[in-house]
């Protein structure tokens, strides 16, 4: 680790170190394997998918593992300046997995596209129906059948904004801290039972439904490591809150 962070500030330091290096720099991967720049924009036609050694977005990651697309381990403290380096050298651009969702992610086949009496689709209604129940605010709600049935949900967070903020919270005290606006679309899974089952209790059972969606929205929040400290123990009680009610339900 002591020379990782030694060659890669070098690398940013003098043009004549990058010249020397350019060709040898290694990341880690999600597989555990390394790799090369050059070998990531041959595999990856110059679009390289990357995400922080310590995030836990296992589901996204399972996403890219599926379609065989590897995925580099990165230090924001000193990785997002290199990457913005590499970006402006090699035309490439780098881009966090959770800040997009690729076609291929998608399962088209079982998207819901019977439409209702208003002309909404399935999905349509199920957007409408989280967007109402936990209001958002800027956070925009998309419903998409994932290839994989068992994410219930996730977050897409814009790739500058995110840079832009990891830049302030490493260049700022703690006590200058800000909470920064990020451009975010919380995407929930047509393709889901948990999903599913929460839209089919939205009239039946309008509380426990509720209590699903807000326990689905707080995981998504913390297996990308978008909660703080301060709203952990509510989530805790949250969940606490909808397992006593589906034990409830089920009694």
Do not use: C
């Amino acid at each position: 680790p002591e020379m990782e962070m030694v060659v890669k500030l070098g690398v940013l330091q003098d043009e004549k170190m990058y010249d020397k290096v350019k060709d040898f720099l290694v990341w880690n991967t999600l597989d555990n394997d390394w790799i090369t720049i050059e070998e990531l924009k041959e595999k990856e036609h110059k679009i390289i998918y990357y995400t922080t050694k310590d995030a836990q977005d296992v589901g996204i990651s399972n996403l890219y593992k599926e379609k065989g697309l590897p995925v580099i381990l990165t230090q924001p403290m000193i990785d997002n300046p290199l990457m913005q380096k590499l970006e402006e050298k090699l035309q490439i651009q780098f881009k966090r997995i959770d800040s997009s969702l690729e076609e291929s992610f998608l399962d088209t086949s079982k998207e819901k596209t019977l439409l209702d009496a208003e002309g909404k689709s399935g999905s349509m209604q199920i957007a409408d129906f989280i967007r109402s129940t936990l209001s958002l605010g800027d956070t925009e709600v998309e419903a998409k059948s994932l290839s994989s049935e068992i994410i219930t949900a996730l977050f897409v967070i814009d790739e500058q904004a995110r840079r832009f903020k990891e830049f302030m919270m490493t260049h700022s005290k703690a006590s200058d801290a800000i909470e920064l606006p990020q451009k975010k679309t919380f995407v929930v899974n047509t393709n889901n039972a948990l999903i599913d089952k929460a839209f089919q209790w939205k009239d039946s059972k309008p509380e426990l439904a509720k209590k699903l969606v807000e326990h689905v929205y707080d995981l998504a929040r913390l297996s990308q490591k978008e909660i703080s400290a301060k709203d952990l123990s509510a989530v805790v009680e949250r969940s606490q809150d909808v397992l006593e009610a589906l034990t409830s339900a089920i009694d």
